[in-house]
T-cell receptor
Framework: EAEVAQSPRYKITEKSQAVAFWCDPI?????LYWYRQILGQGPELLVQ????????DSQLPKDRFSAERLKGVDSTLKIQPAELGDSAMYLC????????????FGSGTQLSVL | GDSVTQMEGPVTLSEEACLTI???????????LFWYVQYPGEGLQLLLKATKADDKGSNKGFEATYRKETTSFHLEKGSVQVSDSAVYFC??????????????FGQGTTLQVKP
């Protein structure tokens, strides 16, 4: 079965540094999501794309986080500068059309900010 | 806003025991309800779903029934196996014009099954 690819799998960085995460959704999936999962909590949506357009970024801390999906395929999530509280698992998911259907999740990027 | 509340974990059971993980939700409309499972080191996978009241979702021996009157979607399995050890997440997605596919998750419940 096709999978959502994410890299890197783990990232350790120091406070105030910049970090970037990459996601390649399942081929043909128009909708792409970035979720943040803090240890012991459920995933929380950061940003949702429909093709190359942002549909929902209401929970994205825009002073330090940015996300793009320039050609409507793969996506990059950036944090600059990183803060201690950004330590979490960053999950990417995709779905075919984004309408009440199964989401396919990647294995995530575990970020540790020291 | 919409929210999902799950029972606190961890839940520790012996193999072949019965499982119930409670999930209740708050929503303004009629959401679709989901259970996702996360095995160690892996991403979340859809376990089952229900899209309207009284629907029963089922998969791999797990079941959950959409109860509108009690706003609940409890996960059940009659006989758990060691391989069911994982974190289970209850989630909802808005219905109607507000439906963007966005999922709102509960905090997750860790299940550990001992041989």
């Amino acid at each position: 079965e096709a999978e959502v690819a994410q890299s890197p799998r783990y990232k350790i960085t120091e406070k105030s540094q910049a970090v970037a995460f990459w996601c390649d959704p399942i081929s043909g999936h128009a909708t792409l999501y970035w979720y943040r999962q803090i240890l012991g909590q459920g995933p929380e949506l950061l940003v949702q794309f429909q093709d190359e357009s942002v549909v929902d970024d209401s929970q994205l801390p825009k002073d330090r986080f940015s996300a793009e999906r320039l050609k409507g395929v793969d996506s990059t999530l950036k944090i600059q500068p990183a803060e201690l509280g950004d330590s979490a698992m960053y999950l990417c998911a995709s779905s075919l059309t984004g309408r009440n259907e199964k989401l396919f999740f990647g294995s995530g990027t575990q970020l540790s900010v020291l | 806003g919409d929210s999902v509340t799950q029972m606190e974990g961890p839940v520790t059971l012996s193999e072949e025991a019965c499982l119930t993980i409670n999930c209740t939700y708050t929503a303004t409309g009629y959401p679709s309800l989901f259970w996702y499972v996360q095995y160690p080191g892996e991403g979340l996978q859809l376990l089952l779903k229900a899209t309207k009241a009284d629907d029963k979702g089922s998969n791999k021996g797990f079941e959950a029934t959409y109860r509108k009157e009690t706003t609940s979607f409890h996960l059940e399995k009659g006989s758990v196996q060691v391989s069911d050890s994982a974190v289970y997440f209850c989630a909802l997605s808005e219905s109607g014009s507000g439906n963007t596919g966005k999922l709102i998750f509960g905090q997750g419940t860790t299940l550990q099954v001992k041989p």
